[in-house]
């Protein structure tokens, strides 16, 4: 599964808008919707911001891993 579809499906499966989401990384919801539909490259650091936010880990967000694994914490 490609990043685009993950962020999609974790931001639904908790019921959550897109603009609940942009204002949480601090950008339009347009913006959001754009990394989304992969109209535009979501930066590295809102994909750990995502990350954290869920609690998954990035190899889950990136389509890496299909499994679900908290992010790590110190």
């Given at each position: 599964?490609?990043?685009t579809e993950r962020i999609r499906a974790l931001?639904?499966?908790?019921?959550?808008t897109q603009e609940r989401i942009?204002?949480?990384?601090h950008v339009g919801q347009k913006t959001y919707s754009d990394y989304e539909t992969g109209?535009?490259?979501?930066?590295?650091?809102s994909v750990i911001v995502l990350a954290k936010f869920y609690n998954v880990?990035?190899?889950?967000?990136?389509?890496?891993?299909?499994?679900k694994r908290p992010f790590p914490r110190d």
């Amino acid at each position: 599964m490609h990043y685009t579809e993950r962020i999609r499906a974790l931001r639904e499966d908790q019921d959550l808008t897109q603009e609940r989401i942009a204002g949480i990384l601090h950008v339009g919801q347009k913006t959001y919707s754009d990394y989304e539909t992969g109209k535009i490259r979501i930066p590295l650091d809102s994909v750990i911001v995502l990350a954290k936010f869920y609690n998954v880990d990035l190899n889950y967000i990136c389509g890496v891993s299909d499994q679900k694994r908290p992010f790590p914490r110190d």
